[in-house]
C-alpha cells in the first residue's frame, strides 16, 4: 500500500521526526502507523521476544498526532525509509506550512510485534509513578550494559544481559520491567518533577507522560491482581 497523511503543521512534522529517530537508535527497523478519527498513532518497537524461550517482554512507544484529513489505514513501513522522507519534506517546505502532507513508504509485512495491538479500552488506573525512578532506573542498566560490553563480551552473551537488565522488575514496581524505563527514557518522554501515569488491562501496562505512552505486554501472573 501507498498512500499519504496529512500533519496540521511543520512543528508536528518536527515533533515527529524527533521521535522516529530517537525510536531509530535504539531499534532501526519499522514503525506502524495507524490513522483513524482523525488521529494518527504511531507505534514503535523498543523490545520484542524473538523465538519462543525468549523471555523478553515487549516494550512499545507510543506518540499520536493530529491530522487534518480522513485517513483510515493500518501499515507498517520502515522507520528508515520514513524518516528520509521526513527529511526530504522539511528541507523543501516553508517551516510555517499547514497541513503538511506525507508520503507513506512502501510496507513491510514481516515484523512480528506488529501482530499484536493493545486494546483500546478497559484501562484500570495504578497508583501514579515519580519520573525520577524511571530516570534512575534507565540510567543505572545503561551503566550496568556498558560495564559488560567493555570486557570483551562475545555479542550472544552480550544480548543475554541486555535481556536480562531491561526484563528485570524495577524496584518497588513489580509489574513493570525495567525496559519500560528505558523506553521512556530513550523516546524523550521523561521531564523532571513529573509523575507517570500507570495504567493495566490482562497482559498490558501503559506508561504515560505528556510526551508521550509506553505499552509493555508480559505474562498475566507478573502483574498485579
Same mark, same amino acid.
Given at each position: 500500500?501507498?498512500?499519504?497523511? @496529512?500533519?496540521?503543521?511543520? $512543528?508536528?512534522?518536527? +515533533? ?7 525510536? !531509530? ?28 524461550? +525468549? ?18 489505514? #493500518? ?8 524518516? +528520509?522522507?521526513?527529511?526530504?519534506? &522539511?528541507?523543501?517546505?516553508? &517551516? ?11 510496507? %513491510?509485512?514481516?515484523?512480528? *510485534?506488529? &501482530? ?9 488506573? $495504578?497508583?501514579? %509513578? +515519580? ?5 534512575? /532506573? ?12 567493555? #570486557? ?5 552473551? $552480550? ?7 531491561? @526484563? ?26 513529573? %509523575? ?7 497482559? *498490558?501496562?501503559?506508561? /504515560?507522560?505528556?510526551?508521550?505512552? %509506553? ?5 498475566? *501472573?507478573? $502483574?498485579? !491482581?
Amino acid at each position: 500500500m501507498t498512500g499519504t497523511f @496529512s500533519l496540521v503543521d511543520s $512543528l508536528a512534522l518536527g +515533533d515527529l521526526h524527533v521521535y522516529l529517530s530517537r525510536a !531509530a537508535k535504539v531499534e532501526e527497523g519499522s514503525v506502524r502507523l495507524i490513522a483513524d478519527s482523525g488521529v494518527l498513532a504511531a507505534y514503535v518497537a523498543i523490545f520484542y521476544p524473538v523465538g519462543l524461550r +525468549d523471555e523478553t517482554p515487549t516494550v512499545l512507544g507510543l506518540r499520536t498526532f493530529a491530522l487534518t484529513g480522513g485517513e483510515s489505514f #493500518d501499515v507498517v513501513v520502515p522507520v528508515r525509509s520514513l524518516l +528520509d522522507r521526513i527529511a526530504r519534506l &522539511q528541507s523543501t517546505i516553508d &517551516q510555517s506550512a499547514s497541513p503538511v502532507v506525507v508520503a507513506l513508504p512502501i510496507e %513491510v509485512n514481516t515484523v512480528t *510485534w506488529t &501482530q499484536i495491538s493493545p486494546p483500546r479500552g478497559g484501562w484500570r488506573a $495504578l497508583d501514579p %509513578v +515519580d519520573t525520577t525512578i524511571l530516570d534512575a /532506573t534507565a540510567r543505572d542498566g545503561i551503566e550496568e550494559i556498558a560495564a559488560s560490553s567493555t #570486557d570483551g563480551i562475545m555479542e550472544r552473551l $552480550l544480548r543475554r544481559v541486555r535481556s536480562e537488565v531491561w @526484563s528485570r522488575p524495577i524496584r518497588g514496581l513489580e509489574y513493570l520491567p525495567a525496559g519500560a524505563a528505558f523506553a521512556a527514557y530513550t523516546l524523550g518522554f521523561l521531564t523532571s518533577e513529573e %509523575v507517570a501515569s500507570v495504567r493495566e488491562t490482562g497482559p *498490558w501496562t501503559r506508561l /504515560t507522560t505528556h510526551r508521550g505512552h %509506553v505499552l509493555v505486554r508480559r505474562k498475566s *501472573w507478573s $502483574l498485579k !491482581a
